[in-house]
């Protein structure tokens, strides 16, 4: 089994919670323009509304990219965090109380970067911030550091990650991943186009790939899509640090984690899977039990990294 026995005793709280939020979204839905551009202005609206400023945070340019910091007194390291948003939305005030207890728990410096979103800048703008903010903390400090980040964010720490090693040679400075439900191969894996071992309505839905696509690479063909340096699940993945790979059976973004996982660790790599039962797409955030266990183990994770 890919999760521990007592989990299935928490599907009914995952299940009703993946009903609340679906029915929340549809609601959105249902008003949705159908037009590129207003599509992505109304999703943009969407995210804002689940943005909780925290206190602790202070708005920075780091490498002429903006940042939201969270400063520690004697940091032990640094976390360099990117949001999620499909590539074209969100912002890094998503994860600010997130953000902000990884900072004052884990005595560290917290980095989120407000990387460029497609399609207004396709691909590589949002690539080349992540990696120019990278580049800086590791310029400016001793200290190991970690990368990570959720869905688009999860996609943007594995493209870093690669580009670290590959432009910068520095690979041997960064001591962890934390890959929490990411996109790794812009294809579409078989549970990103709708074959899913759940039945849970999940956040997601098949139809999305595509249209992330058309937005973030445009005039380059799904298959095309997997050469990789567009897709990291197709990339040579040798000398990566260690990871770990949060992800819900119910997430149309499974079998991305599951691919990439085990190619982590054939490449060499360590790397850790945590799978959650009947969990939706974007679950870490949600007030379940199984939320909160996927949580303190991404802190236990980070907190080893250090």
Same mark, same amino acid.
Not at 56 to 72: H, K, L, M, N, Y
Not at 279 to 286: L, T
């Given at each position: 089994?890919? $999760?521990?026995?007592? %989990?299935?005793?928490?599907?009914?709280?995952?299940?009703?919670m993946a009903d609340a939020i679906r029915e929340l979204m549809s609601a959105d839905a249902a008003t949705m323009p159908t037009d590129t551009a207003g599509r992505v202005a109304a999703e943009r609206r969407m995210m804002q509304s689940f943005e909780v400023e925290s206190p602790?945070?202070?708005?920075?340019?780091?490498? @002429?990219?903006?940042?939201?910091?969270?400063?520690?007194p004697s940091p032990r390291g640094t976390y360099v965090h990117f949001h999620g948003g499909?590539?074209?939305?969100?912002?890094?005030?998503?994860?600010?109380?997130?953000?902000?207890?990884i900072a004052k728990t884990l005595g560290v410096d917290v980095v989120s970067v407000d990387y460029r979103l497609a399609p207004e %800048? /396709?691909? /590589?703008? @949002?690539?080349?911030?992540?990696?120019?903010?990278?580049? !800086?903390?590791?310029?400016?400090?001793?200290? /190991?550091?970690?990368? +990570? +980040?959720?869905? !688009?964010?999860?996609?943007?720490?594995?493209?870093?990650?690669?580009?670290?090693?590959?432009e910068l040679g520095a690979i041997d400075r960064v001591t962890g991943a934390n890959l929490v439900f990411g996109v790794y191969d812009l294809s579409g894996t078989p549970s990103g186009v709708g074959v899913r071992p759940s039945n849970v309505a999940d956040m997601l839905d098949p139809e999305l790939s595509g249209f992330v696509l058309e937005c973030f690479l445009p005039g380059v063909s799904r298959l095309d899509s997997r050469a990789p340096q567009y897709s990291p699940l197709y990339a040579d993945l040798r000398d990566m640090p260690p990871a770990l790979f949060t992800v819900g059976s119910?997430?149309?973004?499974l079998d991305?984690?599951?691919?990439?996982?085990?190619? $982590?660790? !054939? $490449? @060499?790599?360590?790397?850790? *899977?945590?799978?959650?039962?009947?969990?939706?797409?974007?679950?870490?955030?949600? /007030?379940?039990?199984?939320?909160?266990?996927?949580?303190?183990?991404?802190?236990?994770? *980070?907190?080893?990294?250090?």
């Open positions: 089994m890919m $999760w521990p026995e007592e %989990y299935e005793g928490l599907r009914d709280e995952a299940r009703a602790d945070g202070t708005d920075e340019s780091i490498a @002429g990219v903006p940042c939201r910091v969270f400063r520690s499909a590539m074209m939305l969100g912002s890094p005030r998503m994860n600010d109380v997130g953000n902000a207890e %800048y /396709p691909f /590589p703008a @949002g690539s080349d911030d992540c990696l120019a903010v990278t580049k !800086a903390v590791l310029d400016s400090t001793d200290g /190991p550091v970690v990368v +990570g +980040g959720e869905s !688009a964010g999860g996609y943007y720490a594995a493209m870093t990650l690669l580009r670290v090693r590959d119910a997430d149309h973004l991305d984690t599951l691919f990439m996982a085990a190619r $982590w660790e !054939a $490449w @060499g790599n360590e790397a850790e *899977l945590a799978v959650y039962p009947d969990c939706i797409h974007g679950f870490v955030a949600f /007030p379940m039990e199984l939320g909160k266990r996927a949580r303190e183990r991404i802190g236990t994770f *980070l907190d080893g990294c250090f």
